[in-house]
């Protein structure tokens, strides 16, 4: 079965400590790999998309990463604007036809100044 | 350009009744999905609608159902509504099949 594991559920750090969070998935032959942001109340906000093993994407403070097994989403002095839910998100070789995405259960950033 | 809007944002209702979900996608944007959110999990995959024509479906009862319109808006309709179905409702559109889906802010769905 495809699955996707995120990994901290939670995590705290303090302004300006940089970190990783983690997405692993069981999924062969992905089609794509969705990194999104969701703040509370609000709908996931699109972040990037990586495709192949060794691509890297980077948006001011995040760059994410992607290996055949696991990306990481790195985030450098993070600033307490970055705090939110960060959900990983894989499309299968199955959802071809569909597009659909299966998400992880998310990791909770919380930055403090 | 306007973003996925979704109505109502909150919805109460009772054992039993009825729900319509409405989306709108970003102009231009073909494809619709939607997802079921529950508090503290990520989304799960309904439905995907691509060109009015249905073209996937998770893994949900048949009292869960959803229809394309000739202007790309969806309609999700959940009838005999449950406890178990209070959740947050996401829309998501997209240009294609394989490009990334972007979500509008969802329906707060609350079942007493």
């Known amino acids: 079965e495809d699955q996707v594991t995120q990994s901290p559920e939670a995590l705290r750090l303090q302004e300006g400590e940089s970190s990783s969070l983690n997405c692993s998935y069981t999924?062969?032959?992905?089609?794509?790999l969705f990194w999104y942001r969701q703040d509370p109340g609000k709908g996931p906000e699109f972040l990037f998309t990586?495709?192949?093993a060794g691509e890297e994407k980077e948006k001011e403070r995040l760059k994410a990463t992607l290996t055949k097994k696991e990306s990481f989403l790195h985030i450098t002095a993070p600033k307490p604007e970055d705090s939110a839910t960060y959900l990983c998100?894989?499309?299968?070789?199955?959802?071809?036809?569909?597009?659909?995405?299966?998400f992880g259960q998310g990791t909770t950033l919380q930055v403090k100044p | 350009d306007a973003g996925v809007t979704q109505s109502p944002t909150h919805l109460i209702k009772t054992r039993g009744q009825h729900v319509t979900l409405r989306c709108s996608p970003i102009?231009?944007?073909?494809?619709v999905s939607w997802y079921q959110q529950v508090l503290g999990q990520g989304p799960q995959f309904i439905f995907q609608?691509?060109?009015?024509?249905?073209?996937g479906r998770g893994n949900f009862p048949d009292r869960f159902s959803a229809r394309q319109f000739p202007n790309y808006s969806s309609e999700l309709n959940v009838n005999a509504l449950l406890l178990g179905d209070s959740a947050l409702y996401l829309c998501?559109?997209?240009?294609?099949?394989?490009?990334?889906?972007?979500f509008g802010d969802g329906t707060r769905l609350s079942i007493l």
């Open positions: 102009s231009g944007h073909k494809s």
């Open positions: 609608y691509y060109e009015k024509e249905e073209r």
């Open positions: 990586l495709y192949s």
């Open positions: 999924v062969s032959g992905l089609r794509g």
């Open positions: 998501a559109s997209s240009g294609s099949l394989n490009q990334p889906q972007h």
């Open positions: 998100a894989v499309q299968p070789p199955s959802s071809s036809n569909t597009g659909k995405l299966i």
